[in-house]
């Protein structure tokens, strides 16, 4: 996926995302995003919307001196989904297709984002995403080829929704699968880390591993080579999160094993997927032609 007009409004929103995090004055704050912006006019006119999206946010942290201004962020995101644990086995419990169920508990947590927004009413998100139909779903592709003894590779997105992927390894596991999951090789806005999925967990359930990088998405031309073996060896792989679509979609490497699970958070990426704003999806990855 490539960069549109409509991405550089989100470069500065990443970044003010960032500054809130800071005790700054409204002085400094502009001083800062001036001196970011000087980098705008440099970025890959082809690169994709969440590459770009780096260089501009590493810029700013460069600035600061600060390497992780989300951490605290993070942190109490993991303690907010953590608590709500309990209450998510017990609603999968319920359910007869669970793998289906636990997708949309993976999802709810892509919808939520705990670490972006303050003061979100997650018990209201829960509801509706469990409530909402998956806007495009290619789940019938990817129950067929559930089979035991496959290797999964489920790429993490955030802080705190990692949480929430817990269950949906654990019933991948149930069925005699084995998950390998991905996290940063370092701080990026709330993308989860190595640090996260100890907090969460996750290290308890799956193999944890990372993309050798703090950027976000997966950008293929930077990812370290034990990472890029992973993805060739995985017999399916689930992506979270729009970084992640943004840099994987349609690339071969990625191929049709690979089934993007996330909310639709701007009109780029919805007219990508082929839905409108704000819906959620689980597709399958289409590989462009000459990929």
Known sequence: MRVAPECLPCYFTQCLNTLARLNLEDREKVELLSRVAEVIPNLPPHGTPAANSTIVIQRLISLLGVEDPFREAKKESNRLALAYLPRLRRLLNRKKDRIYWALKLAVAGNVVDLGLFRGYDLDRALRQV????????????????????????????????????????????????????????????????LED?????????????????????????????????????ADLIISKGQANFETLEGEKIAGGKTFFLLKAKCLVVAKALGTEYGKIVFVQNRVKEGG
């Open 197 to 233: 999925a100890e907090e969460a967990g996750m290290n308890r359930v799956a193999r944890v591993i990372t993309t050798g990088l703090n950027y976000l998405g997966v950008p293929l031309d930077l990812v370290d080579e034990k990472f890029r073996q992973e993805m060739e060896g």
């Open 130 to 193: 469990l409530r909402e139909p998956f806007a495009v779903c290619d789940y019938e592709i990817f129950q067929a080829a559930l089979t035991p003894g496959k290797r999964v590779l489920l790429i993490g997105d955030n802080a705190g929704e990692i949480v929430f992927d817990l269950l949906l390894v654990e019933e991948l596991k149930r069925l005699g699968l084995e998950v390998v999951y991905v996290v940063k090789g370092g701080p990026i806005l709330n993308d989860a880390t």
